[in-house]
């Protein structure tokens, strides 16, 4: 049964993120606009919508929902994307900006590789894009089945009817990014960041006055250890001790930080990059706060739902609602409508960040590349392509999230890993590196991309595809892990194997360097 208050809200929410998509609109005037908003952002809203971007549905459903049902043990999960995340800002934000700038005024990670190695012949950018337009979709499929699960509940739907639900977040999304791009997304991840914030402080203490205090959270937790064992013990897993290669799996979601377009896309919109201290400092602030919140979310959820005899409610991926039916049962209507609309906002926020994205990637990276005539499209019609582009892409990953019952853990996970070993390497050697040529970034990228796809498949139980049908042996090793390694080592082997690179990327890389020395002079 459909509760119109909570709907009143959640439209009201909508209303000011498509209005704001709308002010963009006009404010648009060329491509970079579009998609990186003229550089002109500043640190707090960089910050706000890295983070926002970053932590999509996973944050308030899949990660909440994992440690209800496995324990305190999958918390290894957020302390390695803690980690990952300060990593980032501080080792490769400022020195993207800058070098971004310097190289061409490279407004995508595919042209950035295109220009910082002066790949002539294109290789670089047209298998970027690609990686980025598969792992996206998948990624952005994820958000849709999130979306999918709260508008389930919001519209009182059965779960079969869960289609509509998919559908309707569809096309909210595609609508604000479809109109106002990149500068849209950061303001609406802006505000989407700060609901998430206090949605997910709010509920567990809510959890645990409601319980009747701490003393009844944890009494329920004993009882709940019988079921699964050592549920509260960091080094437990669904009641198996964790092993050294299931944490090192867990703790390696931090690596993903370094090749995801989506959010270091962020670091090079920043007006000026000495800011980037402030916005590195916000952003940590954010995501500590969020993911142990997360976490807290999935440990009282569980204590609670125990308490309220309803803890068989949340069995397999219906555990990753456990967020949504404490909003619901402990807060009126209009609040509870509230703390939808900032689970909303996390799927939101990623996804639109990932369709931008994606459709740069074509627009800016392979329509380029391919154009058989100049003067070709202007920048207002590359714009209209980069729309559609959007829509396209929406439609291919509702499509997906339509046809499966993929949870949203796995989902993100998978993607997670791709982009990490593919990208994660070469952006490091790119910003770190002299030596690294073209040859030694597109070996290296073709081989993190293979071996994420290869290891989940093979060597990894209940793989994304066929679900483990093809699984010859189960490593338990995150295929993030590989992935990286292999990745690294060979953009460093095949680089010293080849020709070094020429004087012209010699001294573009000097240039940056000196660009970094009179920054941290001012």
């Not at 964790?242 to 920043?270: E, K, N, Q």
């Amino acid at each position: 049964m459909i509760n119109y208050t909570i709907m009143a809200v959640v439209l009201v929410y909508f209303i000011i993120v498509i209005g704001v998509g709308y002010f963009y609109y006009h404010r648009s005037s060329n491509l970079s606009d579009y998609i990186l908003g003229g550089r002109t952002l500043n640190p707090y809203v960089t910050a706000l919508s890295a983070q926002a971007s970053d932590m999509s549905s996973w944050l308030l459903m899949g990660l909440p929902g994992a440690i209800y049902a496995a324990g305190l043990g999958e918390v290894w999960i957020g302390i390695g994307l803690a980690i990952g995340s300060y990593a980032a800002w501080l080792l490769i934000a400022k020195r993207l900006r800058v070098y971004t700038e310097v190289s061409k005024n490279s407004l995508t990670l595919s042209s950035f590789f295109s220009n910082r190695f002066r790949d002539e012949k294109g290789f670089l950018r047209d298998v970027s894009a690609i990686i980025i337009l598969v792992f996206f979709t998948i990624y952005v499929a994820s958000g849709f089945v999130g979306a999918g699960k709260v508008f389930t509940i919001i519209l009182g739907l059965e779960e079969s009817d869960k289609n509509i639900a998919i559908i309707v977040a569809a096309l909210v999304i595609v609508a604000y990014t479809f109109l106002g791009g990149f500068k849209a997304v950061c303001w609406t991840d802006l505000l989407q960041g700060m609901l998430m914030v206090v949605a997910l402080v709010v509920v567990p203490i809510a959890a645990v006055f409601t319980m009747g205090g701490w003393g009844e959270v944890t009494s329920n937790w004993d009882e709940v250890s019988i079921e699964v064992a050592h549920f509260t013990d960091l080094f437990y897993d669904g009641g198996a001790p964790l092993t050294v290669i299931t944490i090192v799996s867990l703790l390696a979601w931090g690596l993903g930080y370094f090749g995801m377009p989506h959010i270091v896309v962020r670091y090079t919109a920043i007006k000026n990059p000495n800011d980037l201290k402030i916005a590195r400092r916000v952003a940590t602030i954010w995501i500590v706060i969020c993911l142990a919140c997360a976490c807290l979310v999935g440990l009282i959820g569980r204590a609670w739902a125990h308490s309220q005899g309803i803890e068989t409610d949340f069995t397999g991926t219906a555990k990753e609602t456990i967020f949504i039916a404490m909003a619901g049962a402990m807060f009126a209507t209009a609040i509870a409508g509230i703390i939808y609309a900032a689970i909303l906002a996390a799927v939101m926020s990623t996804a639109d960040s990932q369709l931008l994205v994606a459709s740069s990637a074509i627009s800016n990276d392979l329509y380029k590349r391919f154009k058989k005539k100049e003067p070709g499209l202007d920048d207002k019609q590359l714009m209209w392509l980069s729309r559609i582009v959007v829509a396209v892409i929406a439609v291919i990953a509702a499509a997906m999230a339509l046809s499966g019952n993929n949870s949203i853990m796995d989902l993100v996970s998978y993607a997670w890993a791709g982009f990490g070993a593919a990208f994660g390497p070469l952006v490091i050697t790119a910003l770190f590196w002299k030596r690294a040529n073209a040859k030694g970034a597109l070996a290296g990228m073709l081989v993190g991309f293979a071996t994420v796809i290869l290891w989940n498949t093979f060597l990894i139980s209940g793989g994304i595809i066929g679900a483990g049908e093809y699984c010859l042996y189960n490593t338990q090793l995150y295929e993030l892990v590989p992935g990286f390694v292999f990745s690294l080592l060979t953009i460093i082997g095949v680089s010293l194997l080849t020709e070094e690179p020429s004087k012209e990327i010699v001294d573009e890389f000097e240039t940056y360097e000196e660009e970094m020395e009179k920054l941290a002079s001012e």
